[in-house]
Every structure is written in structure tokens, then in C-alpha cells.
């Protein structure tokens, strides 16, 4: 910081610190570690304690002029959720469909896996206090076209809802960069920092591939079986999903911003 610390200062030394987080404090002075220490600023003279601000003899805290935009955006740690739940959250649902229907009917599945999305849903958002915009469609949309099978008593319905849940995200995907917005990057900018043509592409190639998942579930929807579509449904989606993520790994590492 520039200034004398040490214990032989006889005169009160003024720090300005950018009392933005614990950690910003940690790497100022050594006598800081494992402190306890409010994100709020406070002026106090030397020897004097307050909001949880650490007691040491000669110095005065002020907030530094200089400090980051982003220590500054919240008081409270962002929640996370573990790894294992996300899994559950993200494949739960199909899962719990494609069971059911191998055990049943698609018609016990759909509702099952009605349920199952709502769970999901409320676990997630118990969790992390944010609405992701993909899963949010594909929830309403499940029940939309869940409750149409259900109540007609048509499992076209629950096979359409994967076309038309596919299509309007990879055309809205693809609509935004039309008018100069990366929807990607509004729904995943605070999961990856890529820059600005990094996002770009990436989501032009996530609409055109969910596009083409649109397309190919209808040639499988009209030309093949019901258990063959729920196969297809659960792991052939899953898995040209997991081939397309892996195949966008280069992109992804050219374009990330370096903090």
C-alpha cells in the first residue's frame, strides 16, 4: 500500500483500504488475516472497534476512492448449489419419465414428469433465487403440452412440445443476435466470461443446433415407435447435447477474458 505498518510507528498512519470484501482486505496487510470484516465502510480512529472493523493500533480506515465496481454490487454472497443436485435438478425429470414409461405408459410418465419439472424447478430457484431462461421455457412448455396429452388423452402433444420448445429457443437465440443481442450471454454471462464476438458465436451455434434438434425429433416423432422416441428423448438428446459442448471447448478457451 505503500505506507509503514510496522510496529515502530509512533504516529496514527491513515490507510485508505477499499473496504469492498474480505478478501481485498487479506491482501493489504498481514495483521488483517482471518479477521472478520463488514463490507460496509467505516471511518475509526486507532483502537477502536466497530461493525465487526478489526482493532489495530494506528491506523484509521476510510473507504478508498479507488474501489472496484464489482466488490460493490452486493452485500451477500451469491448461493450456490453442489454439483450432485444441479445433476439431479438437470436430469431428475428425464429420468424420472423415461422410468415410468418402461414400468407404464407415456401417459403416467407425462405427469410424472410434470411433477418432477415443478420440483426441479422450486429446488432450483430455493437455492440460487435466479429464474434460468432455457429451463424456464422448457418447464412451461412441458405443461402445457403435458396437461394437452393428459387431458386428450394424445401423447402427440408431449412429443410436439420437444419440437416446438427446441425450435422457439434456437429461433430466439437466433432473433437476438439479429437485432444485436447475445441472449446467451444474458442467460450464462455470470456462469463463463467470454468477450463479445466469443458470445456471438456461440450462440449462433447453440440456436442452429437446437434447431436441428427440433428437426430430427420430428423425423424421429413421425416415423418411429413411442418407446423409441422416449429413448430417443432421454439419451439421444443428452447425448448430441454433451457432443456439441464438447465440441464448442476450443471456442469457448479462444474467447475467454483473462480477469
Not at 393428459?150 to 410436439?160: A, P, Q, R, S, V
Request: proline share 5%; net charge positive.
Amino acid at each position: 500500500m505503500g505506507t509503514d505498518c510496522s510496529a515502530g510507528t509512533s504516529k496514527p498512519q491513515r490507510v485508505d483500504i477499499a473496504i469492498c470484501s474480505t478478501a481485498a482486505l487479506h491482501s493489504s496487510h498481514p495483521n488483517f488475516r482471518n479477521q472478520q470484516v463488514s463490507d460496509s465502510s467505516w471511518r475509526g480512529a486507532a483502537g477502536v472497534q466497530r461493525k465487526g472493523m478489526p482493532i489495530i493500533a494506528g491506523l484509521k480506515f476510510s473507504r478508498s476512492p479507488n474501489c472496484h465496481p464489482k466488490c460493490k454490487s452486493s452485500n451477500l454472497p451469491e448461493k450456490s448449489m453442489p454439483p450432485l443436485l444441479r445433476i439431479l435438478i438437470d436430469l431428475g425429470p428425464l429420468l424420472s419419465f423415461f422410468v415410468v414409461e418402461q414400468l407404464s405408459n407415456i401417459f403416467l410418465a407425462t405427469g410424472v414428469l410434470m411433477i418432477a419439472v415443478i420440483a426441479a424447478f422450486a429446488v432450483s430457484w430455493t437455492m440460487t433465487r435466479q429464474i434460468p431462461i432455457l429451463p424456464s421455457a422448457t418447464l412451461v412448455f412441458v405443461l402445457i403440452f403435458g396437461g394437452l396429452t393428459l387431458y386428450l388423452g394424445n401423447d402427440e402433444f408431449i412429443k410436439i412440445e420437444v419440437t416446438l420448445t427446441n425450435a422457439l429457443c434456437g429461433l430466439f437465440l437466433l432473433g437476438g443476435l439479429a437485432m444485436g443481442k447475445s441472449l446467451l450471454k444474458i442467460a450464462f454471462g455470470a456462469v463463463i466470461d467470454l468477450d463479445n464476438k466469443g458470445w456471438r458465436k456461440l450462440t449462433m451455434r447453440m440456436g442452429i443446433f437446437l434447431i436441428a434438434i427440433a428437426a430430427i425429433n420430428e423425423v424421429v416423432r413421425q416415423t418411429l415407435s413411442t418407446d423409441i422416441w422416449v429413448m430417443f428423448r432421454v439419451y439421444g438428446i443428452l447425448g448430441m447435447t454433451a457432443v456439441f459442448f464438447v465440441t464448442q471447448m476450443p471456442l469457448i478457451n479462444r474467447h475467454l477474458v483473462d480477469d
